[in-house]
């Protein structure tokens, strides 16, 4: 993607969008290093960002502060930002295991259906399977793909049939995969 010296003008969803793009999938897109746990340090960003937008530490601040799905997070120094989730790359985001509820839901669209139905619910592109501890945000989720479609994971029973789970900073569920015998619409 060629771009001049003049920055674009600032727009936090565009900015937000580039930083999940570099933290989550391709950091080389603007040449940044993550480390194993997917950490990125601050200065470097904000350095390799500014030829295409104006942002500053403040700036970056708030897309972590406002951003809805709390899809970013600080070091306790704040010299050092990652994404919570979402990954493409492998990095350790060092997620704790975490016992789940009896029923944790997936929203996706309905033109994944019957594949879901015939395999299950696999983790595709990323490094795990996303779900939900509600139905409202499993909407959304749903929505995002189309016409959503819910799908109610059984996930106590598949903890103690052996499966592990792990929850995120911002509350999100994930494991390795669902079986078809877990899933119910």
């Known amino acids: 993607m060629p771009h001049d010296n003049n920055p674009q003008p600032l727009n936090l969803i565009r900015v937000s969008k580039l930083i ?7 950091p080389e897109e603007i040449g940044l290093e993550l480390d194993e746990h997917g950490w990125a340090d601050v200065e470097e960003l904000l350095t390799k960002i500014q030829p295409r937008y104006a942002i500053n530490m403040d700036i970056l601040e708030e897309i ?3 951003n809805n799905k709390q899809r970013f997070a600080f070091d306790e120094t704040h ?7 979402g990954h493409t790359i492998d990095v350790d985001v060092e997620l ?9 839901y997936h929203g996706t669209g309905e033109k994944s259906v019957a594949a879901i139905d015939e395999k299950g619910l696999l983790p595709m592109n990323r490094l ?3 779900l939900s501890g509600d139905e409202e945000t499993a909407l959304r989720v749903g929505k995002r793909h189309g016409k959503p479609v819910i799908y109610k994971v059984k996930s106590g029973e598949m903890s103690r049939d052996g499966y592990i789970f792990y929850l995120s900073v911002n509350n999100v569920w994930f494991t390795k995969e669902v079986p078809v015998k877990y899933l119910k619409r």
Do not use: D, F, M
């Open 64 to 66: 972590v502060r406002t």
């Open 20 to 26: 999940s793009l570099v933290l989550r999938h391709k």
């Open 96 to 104: 704790q295991e975490a016992i789940p509820p009896e029923i944790l």
């Open 128 to 130: 795990h399977v996303h």
């Open 79 to 85: 010299t050092r930002i990652r994404a919570n989730q």
